[in-house]
């Protein structure tokens, strides 16, 4: 398999940890609707922190499984760190990794 796969899963994973970490994993999927948002990263109807657990990472390991062509541009970090800005989170490490995965897809 080609190494991309192994390298965006383990990110995928520290992604999760560092969810659980900052407290933003959540129970409870939101109502199908809301995961239904044709915008992008579901701005009108989920948090980002939602969207990366609830549509990005399934989406990822769904790609990763079938062994399916990854997205060559992401984008995640600039939006997380303007949802982050100014917020209560210390969400530089969460960011950073953003940025990882963003690169890491890039190269390919």
Do not use: H
């Amino acid at each position: 398999m080609n190494p991309i796969y192994d390298d965006v899963a383990t990110l995928l994973l520290k992604l999760e940890a560092e969810l659980r970490r900052l407290q933003l994993w959540e129970d409870q999927a939101p109502p199908a609707e809301a995961l239904a948002s044709t915008e992008p990263f579901c701005v009108d109807t989920l948090t980002l922190p939602q969207w990366l657990q609830f549509v990005f990472v399934p989406r990822m390991i769904e790609l990763i499984e079938n062994v399916r062509p990854l997205p060559d541009q992401c984008g995640i970090a600039p939006i997380a760190e303007e949802y982050f800005r100014g917020g209560d989170y210390t969400a530089g490490g969460l960011i950073q990794l953003l940025a990882e995965i963003d690169e890491r897809l890039q190269r390919g």
